[in-house]
Each structure stands twice: as structure tokens, then as C-alpha cells.
């Protein structure tokens, strides 16, 4: 479990979360943060907000987003309210999630 | 309460602010300057920073400004800055490196009024003075 970085609802962060060095490389956000994410597997629970950008190998998001995010694979489920610019190679969307922006694909071609 | 808890893990490196904690927990490195009731610094963890908490357990190594009720420096710990604290306790092998003060009155004293009090004292030495120099 001390692998798992895990920021707790009430909690408020800034700044800037590296975590993909091999020892832990799962983030679950149900606070707000507000900065920059670069991790492995990022999960941002429902009743969370983020603000700024996210370099993940895959995402799943269930709370209010706004900014950048640049994964592999992503989520957004039916809790979801994303806007801003997504880069993904594997992308699925809930029904009911909210998305406004702008979706590319990760690797052209 | 294990869902009050933040964890950073130990392949995690944050840099920043945190704020509105309950329980944090650091098995990473964190730079940050951080108000909460309870924080945990683990063997591996590493933090910079200002901490303000009532119970702070440190394992891990910590630099900084500590200002806590309760400080638990465990064998493991190295520590270096400044501890403020109102209760230590140190277990032997803690490496500690640091300026530590035992605070009981700073919150019932603000740092304002002591600057305020001490302004008073030097007018009232200069009334006096200039007093003197009337008489």
C-alpha cells in the first residue's frame, strides 16, 4: 500500500507529482489538485477536481477535469466533466460524462 | 479515517503546496510546505519543507521548519532545521541535527503583539529619554 499514492477528498494540492520511477506509479486523486501529474496509472475519483496537465500510461477519470492530458489509454465515466485537450491512442466514454475540447490521437499514423 | 489519508508513495516525488490536510502519510519525496493534524514520515520517505501539525512522526529524513504539538523522532529519523514543538520525544539512534524549541506560550503570545509590545517599549524609552534631556 506505500506504493500507491493516494491525496484524500478534502485535501488541496499545487504543484507538481512525478511519480514514474518503478518503486509506485498509482496516483488516485479524490482531493483537488491543481499543477502537474506524470505517473503510470492516474485515477481521478469522483468528487475530485484537477486543473493543469496529466502524462500517463493510462487514465480513468470520474471527477471535474480542466486542462491537458496526454495517456495511452483513457476513461471517462458517467461521473466525468472534462475540458480541454485530450492525446490518446485507446479512448472509451461513459454515457453521461460530459466532455468538451479537443481529441487527437497519440501516435499519427 | 483510512479515507481521510493521503499517501505519497514511495516512488513518488511531489514538489509544492499542500493544504487542507487531515492524515498525510510520505513514503516518497516531498518539497512542500504542509498544515495538517497528522503527518507521517516513513523510513523511506523524504521531506522538505515547512510543516505545521499536531502529531508529526518522523522515520524518515526531514529538513526544515517543524512546528508541532507532539514529535515523535523515531531510531531511523534524521532531522535537520528547526523543531518547535510542545512535546519530544526522541528514541535513541535518531540522528538530529537541528535547532529545537520547546514552545508553550506562542500561541498565547501572537508574534504582532510581541512586535507591538516591544514598539511600545522603545517609545517609552525615547519619551523617557527625551524626558530626561527636559529635566
Known amino acids: ?40 496509472d492516474v485515477k481521478l475519483e469522483s468528487g475530485s477536481t484537477f486543473n493543469g496537465k496529466i502524462f500517463a500510461q493510462s487514465t480513468e477519470i470520474g471527477g471535474k477535469v480542466n486542462g491537458d492530458i496526454q495517456t495511452k489509454s483513457l476513461k471517462l465515466t ?26 487527437s490521437k497519440l501516435q499519427k499514423g | 479515517m483510512a479515507e481521510k489519508m493521503t499517501t505519497i508513495g514511495a516512488g513518488a516525488h511531489f514538489k509544492g503546496k499542500i493544504s487542507n490536510a487531515s492524515t498525510i502519510e510520505v513514503s516518497g519525496i516531498v518539497e512542500a510546505d504542509v498544515t495538517t493534524e497528522k503527518l507521517t514520515i516513513n523510513e523511506t520517505g523524504k521531506f522538505g519543507g515547512s510543516i505545521n501539525s499536531k502529531l508529526v512522526v518522523v522515520s524518515g529524513s526531514y529538513d526544515g521548519n517543524m512546528n508541532a504539538d507532539s514529535v515523535w523522532l523515531m531510531p531511523s529519523s534524521r532531522v ?48 523617557k529619554q527625551t524626558s530626561a534631556e527636559k529635566a
Not at chain 1, 15 to 26: P, R, Y
Not at chain 1, 78 to 99: H, Q, Y
Not at chain 2, 94 to 111: F, G, M, T
Request: proline share 2%; with cysteine; aromatic share 4%.
Open chain 1, 1 to 40: 500500500m506505500a506504493d500507491v499514492t493516494y491525496i484524500s477528498p478534502e485535501i488541496k494540492m499545487d504543484g507538481i507529482l512525478d511519480v514514474t520511477s518503478a518503486k509506485g506509479s498509482t496516483v488516485v486523486l479524490a482531493g483537488h489538485y491543481k499543477g502537474e501529474m506524470r505517473a503510470v
Open chain 2, 80 to 127: 535537520s532545521g528547526e523543531i518547535k514543538y510542545k512535546s519530544l520525544q526522541l528514541d535513541r539512534g535518531a540522528a538530529l541535527n537541528c535547532r529545537v524549541i520547546q514552545n508553550w506560550d506562542e500561541k498565547v503570545i501572537p508574534e504582532q503583539e510581541v512586535a507591538e509590545s516591544e514598539e511600545q517599549k522603545a517609545s517609552d524609552s525615547n519619551n
Open chain 1, 78 to 103: 458517467s461521473s466525468a466533466k472534462f475540458e480541454g485537450s485530450i492525446l490518446t491512442d485507446e479512448l472509451a466514454i461513459d454515457v453521461g460524462a460530459e466532455v468538451s475540447g479537443s481529441i
